[in-house]
């Protein structure tokens, strides 16, 4: 890289936090942030966690976003389309704005139509798996037609991107219809587990499931489940409603992902 790389990340959640750990302190490279949450107190937080990791703040994304090389999108997924909108009114030619967000393939689609009077260069990007554990090298499939040369130069950053297509849309279904499957297990499980104490049934159950898949500890997963719903069930919700926006617009019947994305509301813990 050279000594003046600029690496900007619009939100500041746990994806942003957990990638600028993984970047920082790297020879030339700048790291810059901007979360609506900023100058709030609620964002007191982000704004401690943001100095802890050297990670320069900005009231606003366009400063953020300013002489920066890669602009990470790593917003809610309500707020995909909102972000790229901003980002087409501050992105400048050669930047690439990388859209990290779990939204529907449409959404994407949008955002990129959005992105491309800019002269930037929107670059698709499905986060395979929870980014904690992995950090940097949690995989990543990257989509649309600078997707290899944004995989290139990520992967100089340290980070596992994959390009999966040239057209928008491809990346974000493999995605979602992996969650579909991921987040179904986490809502059957909560909600089995709620019912068999409701029953004081746990045990006999999950020896029943056992017989019928002995590689599973049921128990155990009924509890990590809970937990992962607990925690990070309201942008699993978020997350569904995407996914289910992607059936309908493949004309298929949207009713039992939305369960599910109720379902993960529905576990998860209040915020304070």
């Known amino acids: 890289m050279n000594n003046e790389f600029g690496v900007c990340f619009i939100g500041f959640g746990e994806v942003g936090q957990t990638f600028a750990a993984g970047l920082g302190g790297r020879e030339g490279v700048r790291l810059h942030a901007y979360d609506r949450l900023f100058g709030s107190r609620r ?21 953020a976003a300013r002489s920066c090389d890669i602009v990470f999108s790593a917003v809610t997924a309500d707020q995909t389309l909102a972000a790229a909108e901003e980002a087409a009114a501050y992105l400048a030619a050669g930047q690439l704005f990388v859209d990290l967000n779990s939204a529907a393939p449409t959404t994407k689609q949008a955002a ?14 499905a986060v395979m798996a929870p980014v904690l554990k992995p950090g940097l090298r949690v995989p990543i499939l990257a989509g649309g037609p600078d997707a290899w040369r944004a995989a290139e130069l990520l992967n100089r950053l340290g980070l596992n991107v994959t390009p999966a297509a040239r057209e928008f849309g491809r990346a974000s279904a493999i995605k979602l ?5 991921i987040k179904g297990l986490e809502a059957l499980m909560i909600d089995c587990a709620a019912a068999c104490a409701a029953w004081d049934v746990a045990d006999p159950v999950f020896a029943s499931l056992a017989a019928s898949y002995p590689s599973i500890d049921w128990a155990e997963l009924a509890r990590d489940m809970g937990e992962r719903v607990a925690t990070h069930g309201a942008r699993r919700a978020a997350e569904m409603r995407e996914a289910a926006e992607m059936a309908a617009a493949a004309g298929l019947d949207p009713a039992l992902i939305a369960a599910i994305a109720a379902a993960q509301a529905r ?6």
């Open 43 to 63: 964002g007191a937080a982000l704004e401690a966690a943001a100095a802890r990791l050297g990670v320069a703040v900005f009231a606003d994304a366009a400063a």
């Open 112 to 125: 990129a139509a959005r992105i491309a009077p800019s002269g930037g260069a929107y670059v698709e990007a």
């Open 177 to 181: 219809c992996r969650s579909i499957v």
């Open 267 to 272: 576990g998860a813990r209040p915020k304070e």
